[in-house]
Structures are given as C-alpha cells and as structure tokens.
C-alpha cells in the first residue's frame, strides 16, 4: 500500500554534489524510519544515512561528514545532500522506510525504493 520513489540520481565529477529525494505515497499514516542504503558494483548494501521519527539519525561511517539527510514531514519526503562526492560514491542508492500502516501506530512495514544510478566520474 505504499510505494517509494526516488529522485535525482545521474553522473556527476568528482567533487561535485547532488542530491537525492524520496517521496513515500499510500497508506502512510506515519514514518518511523526512513532513509538511504547502497549498492556499489560487486559489494554488499550498506547503509548511507537513516533519519527517525524522533530526528534522529544515523550515517554510514564511510559518508559522514560529507552527506546529509532530511526530511519534510508534510511531504513524507526524505532528501540526501551528498558532497564531495567520489568515485567510491558510485552505486546503486534505495530508498528505504519503515512506515506506520495505522493512526495508533500499532503497525509498521518496511518498503524499498526501486533504487536510483548514481555514478561518480571524470
């Protein structure tokens, strides 16, 4: 009942930045967690940054400081400020969000993006 999409992924240079938004449609009465992980060819997802329903959040160890995560409430929408961007940025970015499927906020259900190319090069 809910579907994510993701935006503004591309290729971008070395150095350069972009960002990435997420809207999350359907039955949601509430987002508990949402935020990013990561593919990078022939490597495991890993985890880019998450933001809770408390504000805060979490980033992988490998962006931290470069890249950073927000969201808009009304729009049920995180973003991604990425930074400095390099080559090893390069993957396939999901958005992901664990989201309340009642107003008591009794239930929750994880759902992924169906991810976004970003891709780091000269």
């Known amino acids: 009942q809910v579907q994510l999409v993701e935006s503004g992924g591309g290729l971008v240079q070395p150095g350069g930045s972009l960002r990435l938004s997420c809207a999350a449609s359907?039955?949601?009465?509430?987002?508990?967690?949402m935020g990013w992980y990561r593919q990078p060819p022939g490597k495991q997802r890993e985890l880019v940054a998450n933001?809770?329903?408390?504000?805060?959040?979490t980033y992988g160890d490998s962006v931290r400081g470069r890249f950073t995560i927000s969201r808009d409430n009304a729009k049920n929408t995180v973003y991604l400020q990425m930074n400095i961007l390099d080559a090893e940025d390069t993957a396939v970015y999901y958005c992901?969000?664990?989201?309340?499927?009642?107003?008591?906020?009794?239930?929750?259900?994880?759902?992924w993006g169906q991810g976004t190319q970003v891709t780091v090069s000269s």
């Open positions: 992901n969000a664990d989201v309340y499927t009642s107003w008591v906020r009794t239930r929750r259900k994880e759902y």
């Open positions: 359907g039955s949601v009465f509430g987002i508990y967690r």
């Open positions: 933001i809770f329903d408390d504000e805060g959040t």
